[in-house]
T-cell receptor, first 116, second 114 residues
Framework: EAGVVQSPRYKIIEKKQPVAFWCNPISGHNTLYWYRQNLGQGPELLIR????????DSQLPKDRFSAERLKGVDSTLKIQPAELGDSAVYLCASSPASGSWHNEQFFGPGTRLTVL | AQTVTQSQPEMSVQEAETVTLSCTYD???????LFWYKQPPSRQMILVIRQEAYKQQNATENRFSVNFQKAAKSFSLKISDSQLGDTAMYFCAFNTGANSKLTFGKGITLSVRP
């Protein structure tokens, strides 16, 4: 079974440029999460999807961040414009079923973003 | 506020020995799940072990076991017979189900010496 796929693995951009990250969750997983992990810290949730609905985006900086999961499968996270403080690893995770909050979350390898 | 504290930033252990990683947490919820995740240098986070707060018996997965002290809000991870492949960052986390959000600690870097 394929795991959570993310691309690109690495991205270097100049500040004020846009950037997008893509995630394909494990097949059949309804719940998808985007996390940001700053250097030396644990991941912090940005947004959670149940199928195509964003059910928790309270930590997403909506002035510059956006996300979509149009068909309830893969998802894109966008930053526009990027700032120096956005340098981090962006992790995508998925879990099997809605409401099964005790389930394991399966993480992708992440995208390391460097903003210069 | 829900918080997870991992006060030890780094630990080192000799191969084949036992090491314990500490974690404390704070929540006002009565039911929750606790997790230890491992993040090797390649960055892919994987689940090590999981504990439901209502279960008194400590969870065990092969060489990994936990010491769950609910009253003290403590959830430590014991790794027995440490192996070189155990070298990684370890994150303690919990999920109360109120919003299905995993709250992570800052992590601890574990190095296993040959």
């Amino acid at each position: 079974e394929a795991g959570v796929v993310q691309s690109p693995r690495y991205k270097i951009i100049e500040k004020k440029q846009p950037v997008a990250f893509w995630c394909n969750p494990i097949s059949g997983h309804n719940t998808l999460y985007w996390y940001r992990q700053n250097l030396g810290q644990g991941p912090e949730l940005l947004i959670r999807y149940e199928n195509e609905e964003a059910v928790d985006d309270s930590q997403l900086p909506k002035d510059r961040f956006s996300a979509e999961r149009l068909k309830g499968v893969d998802s894109t996270l966008k930053i526009q414009p990027a700032e120096l403080g956005d340098s981090a690893v962006y992790l995508c995770a998925s879990s099997p079923a809605s409401g099964s909050w005790h389930n394991e979350q399966f993480f992708g390898p992440g995208t390391r973003l460097t903003v210069l | 506020a829900q918080t997870v504290t991992q006060s030890q930033p780094e630990m080192s252990v000799q191969e084949a020995e036992t090491v314990t990683l500490s974690c404390t947490y704070d929540t006002s919820e009565s039911n929750y799940y606790l997790f230890w995740y491992k993040q090797p240098p390649s960055r892919q986070m994987i689940l090590v072990i999981r504990q439901e707060a209502y279960k008194q018996q400590n969870a065990t997965e092969n060489r990994f076991s936990v010491n769950f002290q609910k009253a003290a809000k403590s959830f430590s991870l014991k790794i027995s017979d440490s192996q070189l492949g155990d070298t990684a960052m370890y994150f303690c986390a919990f999920n109360t189900g109120a919003n299905s959000k995993l709250t992570f600690g800052k992590g601890i870097t574990l190095s296993v010496r040959p």
